[in-house]
């Protein structure tokens, strides 16, 4: 009943930033938390921010908290994740996923996810 489709990967260098969205759409919006997770070759999925509709509640893995800003924009079904200070360790693909606030950080926990989008950080 959603539908997500993240955009905004690409090539950084570290300490650069990149700025990936993701665009919701179906019904009844406002129930679902969006989470970030993402997965490198060889790793299991990660979360990575999670937001709720009023933007009330932001969470952030330890490993991004203090470089990566979750926010959305509700007038155009629009989340993004700001990726500041970037690593060669943000290498991996970023996904967009929605769940009903069962949970904030378990993968299992988000039942609509988006195809991904590639990020890759150079040293």
């Known amino acids: 009943q959603v539908q997500l489709v993240e955009s905004g990967g690409g090539l950084a260098q570290a300490g650069g930033s990149l700025r990936l969205s993701c665009a919701a759409s179906?019904?009844?919006?406002?129930?679902?938390?969006i989470g970030w997770f993402r997965q490198a070759p060889g790793k299991e999925r990660e979360f990575v921010a999670t937001?709720?509709?009023?933007?009330?509640?932001?969470y952030y893995a330890d490993s991004v908290k203090g470089r990566f800003l979750v926010s959305r924009d509700n007038a155009n079904s629009m989340v993004y994740l700001q990726m500041n200070s970037l690593k060669p360790d943000d290498t991996a693909v970023y996904y967009c996923?929605?769940?009903?606030?069962?949970?904030?950080?378990?993968?299992?926990?988000?039942?609509?996810w988006g195809q991904g989008t590639q990020v890759t950080v150079s040293s």
């Open positions: 937001i709720n509709w009023s933007g009330g509640l932001k």
């Open positions: 179906g019904r009844f919006l406002s129930n679902y938390l």
């Open positions: 996923a929605a769940n009903t606030g069962m949970g904030l950080t378990s993968a299992n926990e988000y039942d609509y």
